[in-house]
T-cell receptor, first 111, second 118 residues
Framework: EAQVTQNPRYLITVTGKKLTVTCSQN?????MSWYRQDPGLGLRQIYY???????DKGDVPEGYKVSRKEKRNFPLILESPSPNQTSLYFC??????????FGPGTRLTVT | AQTVTQSQPEMSVQEAETVTLSCTYD???????LFWYKQPPSRQMILVIR??????QNATENRFSVNFQKAAKSFSLKISDSQLGDAAMYFC???????????????FGTGTRLQVTL
């Protein structure tokens, strides 16, 4: 089954404790992105990758890091999480054209 | 920069009736895609329908259809024969059609919450 997976689905952590949210896709897509969703703001892109070892900032990259060492994986790293990073996070993948396919989302709470 | 506007934060429709959700966008590009995504309470983002800008014919997927007015930069979603399962947040989204980094991004509207009543 073609899909994008994310782990964990729910995470509660404390300020400053490094965490990683994993993302994997099995569709051999070139493009992968991370978005955050906040009430009243829709989804905003954090980082994207156009292929292995090619990543760049989206609209709201502050406080986040990413890597793309393999085509299928695109982890999101929060090295020192803060409460303003409490949000719903989505990973997405796509070809260079057309729709993006989304993972199930990760609900992150930073206290 | 591209922007997407959904001016209806909430809409309500009776079961079996028809409802139209509005979306406008702003772009100077000629090659792009427009989408409607549905987000039910499970929070999963589900693609409802897509429209390529170069296609004049409006896209249709079963009970879902769009009214794409390219000159007016309008992209509304019509849901016919509404069902209880259609209750969700609906997002309009835009994506450039080229191979640039910017084309990696979906630009979303702020969403319309659709309630379906008996």
């Amino acid at each position: 089954e073609a899909q994008v997976t994310q782990n964990p689905r729910y995470l509660i952590t404390v300020t400053g404790k490094k965490l990683t949210v994993t993302c994997s896709q099995n569709m051999n897509h070139e493009y992968m992105s991370w978005y955050r969703q906040d009430p009243g703001l829709g989804l905003r892109q954090i980082y994207y990758s156009m292929n292995v070892e090619v990543t760049d900032k989206g609209d709201v990259p502050e406080g986040y890091k990413v890597s793309r060492k393999e085509k299928r994986n695109f982890p999101l790293i929060l090295e020192s999480p803060s409460p303003n990073q409490t949000s719903l996070y989505f990973c997405a993948s796509s070809l260079h054209r057309g729709e993006q396919y989304f993972g199930p989302g990760t609900r992150l709470t930073v206290t | 920069a591209q922007t997407v506007t959904q001016s209806q934060p909430e809409m309500s429709v009776q079961e079996a009736e028809t409802v139209t959700l509005s979306c406008t966008y702003d772009t100077s590009e000629s090659d792009y895609y427009l989408f409607w995504y549905k987000q039910p309470p499970s929070r999963q983002m589900i693609l409802v329908i897509r429209q390529e800008a170069y296609k004049q014919q409006n896209a249709t997927e079963n009970r879902f259809s769009v009214n794409f007015q390219k000159a007016a930069k309008s992209f509304s979603l019509k849901i016919s024969d509404s069902q209880l399962g259609d209750a969700a947040m609906y997002f309009c989204a835009y994506r450039r059609g080229d191979r640039t980094g910017t084309a990696s991004k979906l630009t979303f509207g702020t969403g319309t919450r659709l309630q379906v009543t008996l």
